[in-house]
């Protein structure tokens, strides 16, 4: 029995071949390609440019400093996400408020934003966590700046409207095993020309005629012809994480698991499916993988175990009790049943 892992990349021939093409034109940097890629993303999140960087941690680093976060201000971030937020804040100087989050759909809680608010909140960082987009309507009355983070939810709708066309700012991350991939990468998005201007400013250390803090974040031309390929089958990669979703819906339903909430207003892209179970995760786990199947807890540690002085219970219990299984376009329908048993 081969071992199935908790999460692939899907490359075929032709993304080698267009990340050839860019090696043996030795143009590698920063170029015509890297331009192309960000007019893709762009029109298709319906928002006026991107600006590609070479990490997701990038783009929310730049996106708050386009915002001109700095030391004083607070920024109110989830718990139950990854420590590139919290890197993200502090590079600035700035401090985080770490908020709960939603039992359902495991994203930050609009109640618990509104009790953290204060003067010195000045914007919001907003995951759509596991491809499911949080509550933007009930997030966007408080009138502070939201930085969408679309790392995991490239293609998810909201409202009938792309997710990361909502906030002031939005970024992506293109990491190995996204829901597509440039190896490492990001983009930070705005409609605010501005704000742009700014992050392609900071986005490389030279050719300035002052001097400040700028950074070496670019991404490389090989890496954005990776990002074109990959993005030719966007539709498909998600058409089939939403088949292989419903497949699981209905294996789970009727036992002892809590699946994701399901709302009309949304559609998922399901870059992460993540389970309530009963038992203890970690326990759970190692189970799964005695019979061949890698599935993780969703997060590795929820932020407010890294930093002190907040309280978020729900983030707790979904450390204890939410599992993530795999799901990417590459699975086979014996994978897939598989999986279903291994879980029963
Ligand atoms: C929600 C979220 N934001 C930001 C990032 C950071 O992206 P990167 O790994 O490209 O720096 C990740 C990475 O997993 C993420 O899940």
């Not at 109110?76 to 890197?87: E, G, Q, R």
Request: net charge positive; hydrophobic share 40%; with cysteine.
């Amino acid at each position: 029995m081969n071992f199935i892992p908790h999460s692939k990349p899907t490359l075929h021939t032709k993304d080698i071949a267009a990340v050839s093409a860019v090696l043996k034109s030795g143009a590698l940097v920063q170029g015509k390609k890297v331009l192309e890629f960000e007019d893709k993303v762009s029109s298709y999140l319906g928002v006026k440019a991107g600006v590609a960087v070479n990490s997701g941690t990038s783009a929310l680093h730049l996106a708050l400093l386009a915002l001109n976060i700095g030391p004083g201000d607070q920024v109110i971030v989830p718990s139950f996400v990854c420590t590139a937020l919290l890197n993200a804040v502090s590079y600035t100087g700035a401090s985080v408020r770490i908020v709960d989050v939603n039992e359902d759909d495991f994203n930050i809680s609009s109640t618990q934003v509104k009790k953290n608010l204060n003067k010195k909140v000045k914007a919001i960082i907003v995951p759509h966590m596991f491809g499911c987009p949080a509550d933007l309507k009930e997030l966007s009355i408080f009138g502070v700046p939201i930085i969408e983070d679309c790392a995991q939810s490239i293609g998810a709708d909201y409202g009938g409207r792309q997710a990361g066309s909502f906030g002031v700012l939005s970024i992506c991350s293109f990491y190995a095993t996204k829901v597509m991939t440039t190896g490492e990468g990001g983009m930070v998005l705005s409609n605010q020309t501005k704000l742009l201007d700014r992050i392609r400013d900071f986005r490389q250390y030279d050719h300035a005629s002052n001097f400040q803090n700028r950074y070496n974040y670019k991404m490389t031309d090989f890496q954005a012809a990776l990002g074109i390929s990959q993005w030719q089958e966007l539709p498909q990669f998600i058409k089939r994480r939403r088949q292989i979703a419903q497949i699981y819906d209905r294996a789970f339903a009727d036992g002892d698991f809590i699946i994701p909430s399901k709302d009309n207003s949304r559609a998922p892209i399901y870059y992460r499916y993540v389970i309530k179970i009963k038992k203890r995760a970690k326990v759970f786990i190692e189970q799964l993988k005695k019979k061949g199947v890698g599935a993780s807890q969703p997060v590795f540690k929820p932020l407010h175990h890294y930093v002190k002085g907040f309280q978020c219970p729900v983030a707790d219990q979904l450390m204890d009790q939410g599992v993530s299984i795999p799901i990417y376009p590459d699975l086979s329908a014996h994978q897939i049943r598989q999986i279903c048993s291994a879980c029963m």
